[in-house]
């Protein structure tokens, strides 16, 4: 049986490769290499006993790192989308530069939102939008029961509401209080 050490040189390059075709993405496929390599360490006692299998075990935890990269992607544009109102656009050349720019303060205006929620508030909307957990997930990864994880979703949804509305009222340019006039020659 070959070391971790040994695995890793051996078969770094060609995960890399297998992300790469993937993602398009050296940064997210470096990622999942990292990921991969965690995730063979933790399982180390699983790994194949057939060194030419070790390439395809490899490949199969890249191949779900890769998956959840994508699924978590997903669900951060959906909550983004859900967050300022906003669908995605299935042809990115329609939109036009007011678009764009209506999206930047749409985006901007739900990033200020949500951090006017507390720590929990945030921690909750995230696990059901972003990590996709149902109420039963919820209730698991916050140690409640189910009920109390409806409940504290239901309410921190009503709080996000409520901030965005507050955040889209508050203007945020301030008009000046008093114009400077220049006499000529000045």
């Known amino acids: 049986m070959p070391s971790f050490e040994a695995l890793f040189r051996e078969h770094s390059g060609a995960v890399l490769r297998f992300a ?8 997210a496929a470096w990622d999942v290499v990292s990921e991969t390599f965690l995730a063979a360490w933790r399982h180390w006692q699983r790994r194949p006993a ?18 959840n990269q994508r699924r978590a992607g997903i669900r951060r544009l959906r909550l983004e989308a859900r967050m300022v109102g906003f669908g995605l656009a299935t042809d990115p050349t ?17 990033w200020q939102a949500l951090e006017r929620l507390s720590p929990d508030d945030r921690e909750i909307l995230q696990l059901a939008g972003w990590e996709g957990l149902d109420l039963r997930g919820l209730s698991i990864a916050l140690a409640v029961s189910t009920s109390t994880a409806k409940v504290r979703l239901h309410r921190a949804r009503r709080r996000l509401e409520a901030a965005l509305a507050e955040a889209a009222s508050t203007p945020t340019v301030t008009e000046p209080t008093a114009s400077l006039t220049f006499k000529e020659g000045s």
Not at 20 to 27: A, M, N, P, T, V
Not at 51 to 62: D, F, N, P, Q
Not at 95 to 110: K, N, Q
């Open 94 to 110: 329609a939109l036009t530069d007011e678009d764009i720019a209506d999206e930047a303060v749409r985006r901007d205006l739900a």
């Open 20 to 27: 790469q075709r993937r993602l398009g993405s050296d940064e």
């Open 50 to 67: 057939a060194s030419e299998e070790t390439r395809a075990w490899l490949y199969g935890i890249a191949g779900n790192v890769v998956r």
